[in-house]
């Protein structure tokens, strides 16, 4: 039995184990010291590759706070809503828990681009102009570029959880019929990722109010959710993960509430 660290922080142990008595002389225990070494030194930086990216997105996460587009309780209830669906459909998408942890920790980078949208856009209280829309949607390409630009500067463009995160900014707003943007993908083109994250979105959107609209209810924002997937924009199987966790759903949005002055 071998214990792994990272910086002093018990990892874990990798153990080794024989069906029979004494089965590991003492060069073969020094040899697998260096195998254990090894493998503790390929997951310590791993680790240390991943802290980089969450620190520098939680980095970008202030600054687009600063803008005041977006509630910390809205982010922080989106992204529990997306593990919610992650951990529903993992098991049947052959994906691990660390991908549900990975949709947590970035889905509230979605809309990381609008940091560059003009506060005239930006916070416009009434329908937007063609010409806004437009503007509105750069959102999109700016977050990806904002994304490529920490991966880059950071060396970490090769990591797979980064892809995850490219997936969620850039293909948020894009519908399985092929209607949605930039890009206009449809069906599987769309990772599931970003389709977990779409759904979760428009959730809450519905369930939360706005200047605009009372809050929509449980049922309500389900059954128009539903009616968006029957269409074929929405993934069917997300959907149904809310729906079926109405429990879960209702707790995290009595936890996570906006502040009346938000």
């Known amino acids: 039995t071998v214990p792994m660290y990272d910086n002093d922080s018990l990892l874990g142990f990798v153990f080794f184990n024989s069906l029979q008595p004494a089965a590991f002389s003492l060069r073969d225990q020094r040899d697998l010291l260096?195998?254990?070494?090894?493998?503790n030194m390929a997951i310590a930086n791993e680790m240390s590759?991943?802290?980089?990216i969450l620190a520098s997105a939680r980095i970008a996460?202030?600054?687009?706070?600063?803008?005041?587009f977006e509630t910390g309780a809205h982010l922080e209830r989106m992204a529990r809503y997306a593990r919610l669906i992650a951990r529903a459909l993992a098991r049947a998408h052959g994906r691990?828990?660390?991908?549900?942890?990975?949709?947590?920790l970035f889905a509230p980078l979605h809309d990381i681009g609008k940091i560059g949208i003009p506060d005239a856009v930006l916070l416009k209280?009434?329908?937007l102009e063609d010409a806004e829309?437009?503007?509105?949607?750069?959102?999109?390409?700016?977050?990806?570029?904002?994304?490529?630009k920490i991966l880059g500067d950071l060396g970490l463009r090769h990591l797979p959880d980064s892809t995850i995160m490219k997936n969620i900014v850039r293909h948020h707003h894009e519908m399985l019929d092929g209607s949605g943007y930039?890009?206009?993908?449809?069906?599987?083109?769309?990772?599931?990722?970003?389709?977990?994250?779409?759904?979760?979105?428009?959730?809450?959107a519905l369930m939360s109010p706005r200047p605009y609209k009372a809050a929509w209810t449980f049922e309500a924002s389900c059954a128009e959710l539903e009616r968006l997937a029957a269409l074929g924009k929405l993934d069917a199987e997300c959907v149904a993960a809310l729906r079926q966790n109405e429990d879960a759903v209702r707790a995290i949005l009595a936890r996570y509430q906006d502040r009346a002055d938000a």
């Open 61 to 68: 996460r202030d600054f687009a706070k600063l803008r005041d």
């Open 49 to 52: 590759a991943v802290r980089a």
């Open 133 to 148: 829309r437009a503007a509105m949607q750069r959102h999109v390409d700016l977050g990806g570029s904002i994304i490529d």
């Open 96 to 104: 691990t828990d660390e991908f549900v942890e990975h949709v947590y």
């Open 125 to 127: 209280q009434g329908r």
């Open 182 to 204: 930039p890009e206009g993908l449809r069906g599987d083109a769309i990772a599931l990722e970003a389709r977990i994250v779409t759904v979760a979105d428009i959730f809450d």
């Open 34 to 39: 260096l195998f254990c070494n090894l493998i």
